[in-house]
């Protein structure tokens, strides 16, 4: 018997799959320390050993989403728990006055995170574009300016960002914080969208042009479809990155605009932190980008390449 | 349906020029060829006539029309790219119907019309398929379709059968030369391949270098190439070449080559230095009585004809002459050329000397 590369034997396919699975295991185990945390009660999260097997609870969940008050026994008595999340409470002696701040923060994160997701893309493509097609002077200088943006850490700039923004009246508001999350992302989007374009046979706009439209219709009913893969892959780059995005987030945001990231590690429990609550939080904040990482996904396989492998 | 003429086009590219001055006419239901090697400007041409290259300074007129300027789509031709181009993300239909849908053309209109085209190509079975997966002449066939399916003034093509293997050449030239006959619609062909040109154009153009060498009916231009690249570009073997030094007067009928007094048509213009006679494979005939003498190097067999190499004092000769005529290697034998068809070039300028033979061709090119 003979193995070829796209074939190996049983024995390297065993090994390869263990090595596999191995480091899935090592990269998804603090994903599901976090995952299963959320379902903890506040005792077993902090307990040690920690408990791998524990009687789920959504105690987290419903701190998270709400602000309680501890009242007496008569208060309690008075106002009978009516729904799943109040008996939640009300077992730990506490009544619900209301939510907490975390819907409004994960909004803000989608609102921040998608915006400036959405305008990154956008500019990026026409950019890319017009970089690509045209005879712009300077084009090498410029591609390279705008590279260079990235040379150094955002928050290297924090400073000078800061008081820019409160001279401008941007401080801890939603245009601020996308305005930011574009200008950051702009230049990777423009490097990764001008290479799929750069792939795109001219002669597709060129057939259009003959065949009856303007530079515009052609760009966006012919060259906007083929470099739909470039672009899906640009964003989700672009979202976890304005998903993610933590310190600017601390600095320039707080009562109006802040968005998750900040915001969760802050919650605060009855004595101390809260950490399923924490967790619960942390959960949540993950699916967004894992269910726009999984729509996009059929493209992000091809996409991941750069290009490389289209022909 | 159009006539195109081309008057002093010219492109450069920085400081390249692709096209240096080109002129020539092509009448309405012509089918026309621009001939000539890789990177003389034949697509920067064709380009310019499209609407997708600016020209730097020259005129396109489109029935009288001056269109150098103007977008594309405002010239209403049609182009067949040489690699097809054909929409990736849609199928065979949308692909043959989407130049009617920027007309605004009523669906039911669409439909109909791309049957009707698909009918003419043989492909209606082909229509909802993806373009992906097609065969190499089922994508020309649908590259042609897009093309005439809103009829348009004229059909650009950028070597629509370079990318199809041999066998399968012929029989799409063929059928391109149908349809063209069919439908009589002026047809801008742009090729390398001198038979190619040959067999399917009304008029030729030879460029070279962005030059436009000569412009007439393949016929004149195989019998009577006004430049030195021409004679050797067209015909294959192409013309011979005998370089000589000498002089050859106005008046005159014949040429010296070395000892040997060489009949050509009365040259109407004259010259003298460095020259040369040219000479047709098939107008050179093994003569005993011949003064011009040559020694057999090689032979190539081809059917009813054998091309035979002869070597010169003024460089090689190909004779083509009947396959039964026996010649042996080494065999040293007299040449006769065929007076009338024999063509005197200037090597300066590397233009044929105008003559009795040639004077109707060199006219107009
Ligand atoms: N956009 C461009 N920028 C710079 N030079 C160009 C450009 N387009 C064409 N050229 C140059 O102009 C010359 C003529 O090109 P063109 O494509 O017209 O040649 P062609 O005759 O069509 O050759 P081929 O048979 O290889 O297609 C070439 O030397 C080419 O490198
Ligand atoms: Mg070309």
Redesign the pocket.
């Known amino acids: 018997m003979s193995y070829s590369i796209t074939d190996p034997s049983p024995r390297t396919k065993w090994f390869a799959g263990t090595l596999v699975i191995l480091y899935a295991l090592i990269t998804l185990m603090p994903l599901l320390w976090i995952i299963t945390t959320g379902f903890k009660s506040q005792s077993e999260a902090i307990a040690y050993p920690p408990s791998v097997l524990f009687e789920p609870t959504l105690e987290g969940y419903v701190n998270l989403f709400t602000t309680q008050t501890r009242v007496s026994e008569a208060d309690l008595a008075a106002n009978p728990p009516e729904t799943f999340a109040e008996e939640i409470a009300a077992s730990k002696g506490m009544i619900i006055v209301g939510p907490s701040r975390f819907g409004e923060r994960f909004l803000n994160s989608v609102i921040i995170g998608f915006g400036s997701t959405f305008l990154s893309v956008v500019l990026g493509t026409l950019a890319a574009y017009a970089f690509s097609r045209y005879r712009v002077p300077l084009k090498d200088d410029l591609m390279f300016f705008i590279l260079s943006t990235r040379m150094m850490p955002p928050i290297a700039v924090a400073i000078p960002i800061f008081l820019m923004f409160r001279t401008l009246g941007l401080s801890d508001t939603h245009l601020g914080m996308i305005l930011l999350y574009t200008a950051v992302n702009l230049s990777l989007s423009v490097w990764l969208l001008k290479g799929f374009i750069d792939e795109i046979p001219r002669e597709y706009e060129e057939a259009a042009l003959i065949d009856g439209y303007t530079r515009f219709q052609a760009f966006y009913k012919v060259v906007l479809p083929q470099a739909a893969t470039g672009i899906a892959s640009t964003a989700i780059f672009c979202l976890i990155f304005s998903w993610n995005e933590y310190a600017f987030a601390v600095l320039l945001t707080s009562g109006n605009a802040q968005t998750a990231p900040p915001f969760i590690p802050t919650i605060i429990g009855v004595g101390g932190q809260d950490w399923p609550a924490v967790a619960a939080g942390a959960t949540i904040f993950l699916v967004p980008v894992m269910v726009f990482t999984i729509l996009l996904r059929k493209h992000l396989l091809r996409g991941i390449t750069f290009g490389a492998v289209r022909k | 349906m159009a006539q195109i003429r081309i008057e002093n086009l010219r ?1 450069d ?2 400081s ?1 020029t ?2 240096q001055s080109s002129s020539f006419t092509i009448e309405d239901g012509e089918f026309f060829m621009l001939l ?12 310019m006539m499209a609407g997708l ?1 600016l020209p730097t300074s020259g005129h396109i007129y489109l029935d009288g029309d001056d269109v150098a300027d103007r977008p594309a789509r405002q010239r209403d031709i049609a182009f067949v790219f ?1 690699m097809y181009a054909l929409y990736p993300h849609m199928n065979v239909r949308r692909n043959i119907s989407y130049p009617l849908i920027s007309q605004g053309m009523s669906r039911g209109d669409v439909r109909r019309k791309v049957d009707e085209v698909a009918g003419i190509l043989g492909i209606e079975d082909i229509l909802s398929k993806p373009v992906g997966g097609l065969s190499g002449g089922d994508r020309q066939r649908v590259a042609l379709g897009r093309a005439i399916v809103r009829d348009p003034k004229a059909f650009f093509m ?2 629509p059968l370079g990318a199809l293997d041999a066998e399968f050449r012929e029989r799409m030239a063929e059928e391109l030369r149908a349809l063209h006959d069919r439908m009589g619609a002026t047809t801008v062909y ?1 090729t ?1 391949d001198q038979l190619e040109a040959m067999q399917m154009g009304d008029k030729i153009v030879v ?1 070279n270098h ?1 030059v436009v060498e000569q412009f007439g009916v393949p016929q004149d231009i195989y019998d009577w190439p006004a430049t030195m690249f021409v004679a050797n570009f067209i015909g294959s073997p192409p013309m011979n070449l005998l370089e000589f030094h000498g002089m050859a007067g106005r008046g005159t009928d014949h040429v010296m080559l070395g000892d040997a007094k060489i009949a050509v048509p009365t040259l109407l213009d004259g010259a003298q230095g460095d020259l040369a006679l040219g000479v047709r494979p098939e107008h050179v005939h093994l003569d005993d009585d011949g003064s011009y003498r040559g020694r057999v190097t090689a032979t190539e067999y081809l059917g009813t004809t054998q091309i035979v190499t002869l070597s010169t004092a003024h460089g090689d000769v190909k004779a083509r002459i009947a396959s039964d005529k026996k010649v042996e290697i080494g065999e040293v034998v007299g040449l006769r050329f065929n007076p009338s068809t024999v063509s005197v070039f200037d090597r300066s300028t590397s233009r044929a000397i105008l003559s009795d033979g040639n004077k109707g061709v060199l006219a107009h090119g």
């Open positions: 492109k590219f920085g390249f692709a096209v000539g090697p890789s990177g003389c400007g034949k697509t920067t041409t064709l380009r290259e040489q950028d070597e742009v390398h460029m962005g």
